[in-house]
């Protein structure tokens, strides 16, 4: 059964840092590109960043661009995301999701249960 | 504000059929496939739709997608009370090399 399951969530002070894991189980880790994906209490969803399955290539959203490094750890089965001089507008339910295709596109068909970043003093 | 535009909320009976649309530009859906998600609330988003027109094995087809120009179109025929979730929309940006969603839109079924 293929399971991805997120960690490192918490209560931050601004301008703090938390790092994310996303255990992956089930599949061929290194075999399929990893997203994260984020949703504010209340609102819709907002991409926030990609991997590839050899984690050479690597994409951000324009918000969180120098501040959050995704990486990944394929011998772990792992996936990280890095989130340094966090701000309150990134509070927020975070979710990795594994590429269904290898296009160009956001077709992801599993996903975590999310874990929750809560930005404030 | 979204890259890609969906309407808040739309309604239908149960048993009609409801479409929901996706506008974007020549740079997202006019040059990249598009996916369909459903959320049901407190839950992860569930794939519906995939390569626009696609569905993965075990979504049943009463719903469907299809993509002209730039736009897309998610229909789901024979509404239950169930289907009442938030549906959104996605796709990459090859302008902007990052990955787009719509800003959702919330289906009741009256």
């Known amino acids: 059964e293929v399971q991805l399951l997120e960690s490192g969530g918490g209560l931050v002070q601004p301008g703090g840092s938390l790092r994310l894991s996303c255990a992956a189980s089930g599949f061929t880790f290194s075999s399929y590109a990893i997203n994260w994906v984020r949703q504010a209490p209340g609102k819709g969803l907002e991409w926030v960043s990609a991997i590839s399955d050899s984690g050479v290539y690597t994409y951000y959203a324009d918000s969180v661009q120098g501040r959050f490094t995704v990486s990944r750890d394929n011998s772990r089965n792992t996936l990280f995301l890095q989130m340094n001089n966090l701000r309150a507008e990134d509070t927020a339910v975070y979710y990795c999701?594994?590429?269904?295709?290898?296009?160009?596109?956001?077709?992801?068909?599993?996903w975590g249960q999310g874990t929750l970043v809560t930005v404030s003093s | 504000q979204s890259v890609l535009t969906q309407p808040p909320s739309v309604s239908a009976a149960p048993g009609q059929k409801v479409t929901i649309s996706c506008s974007g530009s020549?740079?997202?859906?006019?040059?990249?496939?598009v996916s369909w998600y459903q959320q049901l609330p407190g839950a992860a988003p569930k794939l519906l739709i995939y390569d626009s027109n696609k569905r993965p094995s075990g979504i049943p087809d009463r719903f469907s997608g299809s993509k002209s120009g730039t736009s897309a179109t998610l229909g789901i025929t024979g509404l239950q009370t169930g289907d009442e979730a938030d549906y959104y929309c996605g796709t990459w940006d090859s302008s902007l090399s990052a990955g787009v969603f719509g800003g959702g839109t919330k289906l009741t079924v009256l």
């Open positions: 020549s740079s997202n859906i006019g040059s990249n496939y």
């Open positions: 999701g594994r590429k269904y295709t290898n296009n160009w596109s956001m077709d992801f068909d599993y």
